[in-house]
């Protein structure tokens, strides 16, 4: 990673100038977290002009709402003056900036913070380590770096954004990651208000949703007795009907990649008619990332996603011959 032509390229401009930061499409813990918590740290340093933002609908998931620094949240800048610096977080492939992608070919130079071994490689410097656990791993270094001190602020952003990422430390492969976590825990905040704010806090309808859609999951044992697939759906009309948002659909793919006979998970999400946000989940044997990458997306090889087309039998059938491959 290139630590000091980043330092180098957020140093050279101006405090008044304006920095933009923008994260995923549907953006989660992790995108949300990592951006507020370094444009937290860019205010310490003096920035003035911060707009953090993230492309489509601006419908930030409630859980993330009250996050520090989200008040520098702002739709999707379409007349904003020209940045004098871009920074990207836990973005892996440009599709992932939707209609901000053209941002990427402006004048201002281009800060990439991301964790995906599919990183398809864009920005004038990418910070990408595919060993870290979330994005927020690579923007607490880099904040260390220029040398802001962690603030109990900063290190919600930053706790929000490891937590999602590791499943709650579930997914950790390091001793760095809990490391990390104590040094943010020791500014003073309260991983148990956290924890039940961001994962255990949910509209009723949110709750009744997820009983249908669970309910309507379907397991397909292999012939050969090797990799289960389980998979489920959740269209638009099932959101409307609860009442409820595209992001509360996001938690469901953890009960369904704990069922004990598959090995592969699915969860397909109406994105609009016959355009679905899919989920993929692996407890080894697959290495979902390129199953992902085949049909268009991207991610981890334990956890993954891609945009899929026509019914949701249609999606699990374009799936279906990578996982036996
Ligand atoms: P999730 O299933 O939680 O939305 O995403 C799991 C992982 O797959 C994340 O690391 C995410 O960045 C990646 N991912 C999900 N959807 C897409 C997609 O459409 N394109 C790409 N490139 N990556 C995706
Ligand atoms: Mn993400
Ligand atoms: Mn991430």
Not at 84 to 113: H, M
Not at 160 to 186: E, N, Q, Y
Request: proline share 6%.
């Amino acid at each position: 990673a290139d630590w000091d032509a980043a330092v180098a390229a957020i140093r050279s401009v101006a405090l008044d100038a304006e920095v933009q930061l923008i994260c995923h499409v549907n953006p989660d813990g992790d995108a949300l977290g990592s951006m507020l918590g370094f444009a937290l740290g860019l205010r310490r340093l003096g920035f003035t002009r911060l707009r953090a933002t993230f492309p489509g609908e601006f419908d930030v998931p409630e859980p993330y709402r009250a996050l520090p620094g989200s008040e520098l949240l702002v739709p999707e800048p379409g007349a904003y003056a020209a940045p004098a610096l871009i920074l990207i977080f836990d973005v892996a492939a440009e599709s992932r900036l939707g209609g901000l992608a053209d941002r990427l070919d402006g004048d201002a130079p281009v800060v990439v913070l991301d964790h995906h071994a599919s990183f398809t490689g864009f920005g004038d410097v990418s910070l990408v380590d595919p060993a870290a656990a979330a994005t927020s791993v690579v923007a607490d270094e880099l904040l260390t770096r220029l040398g802001v001190p962690l603030d109990a602020e900063i290190a919600e952003c930053l706790y929000v954004a490891l937590t999602t990422d590791t499943g709650s430390f579930k997914f950790v492969r390091s001793p760095s990651v809990h490391s990390l976590a104590a040094r943010l825990i020791a500014t003073g905040i309260s991983p148990a208000e956290i924890a039940r704010r961001t994962f255990d806090t949910r509209p009723f309808g949110a709750m009744k949703l997820a009983g249908e859609v669970l309910g309507r999951a379907v397991l397909e044992p292999s012939a050969a007795g090797g990799r289960g697939l389980v998979w489920t759906y959740a269209t638009t009309a099932d959101l409307e009907r609860h009442g409820q948002r595209p992001y509360v659909l996001d938690a469901l793919i953890d009960p369904v990649r704990g069922v004990a006979e598959a090995d592969v998970a699915v969860v397909i999400k109406e994105l609009t008619p016959g355009e679905w946000a899919v989920s993929l989940r692996s407890k080894g044997g697959a290495d979902v990332s390129a199953v992902a990458a085949a049909l268009g997306g991207g991610g981890h090889r334990l956890a993954a996603g891609f945009t899929g087309h026509g019914t949701p039998e249609d999606v699990i059938a374009r799936i279906r011959p990578l996982l036996e491959a």
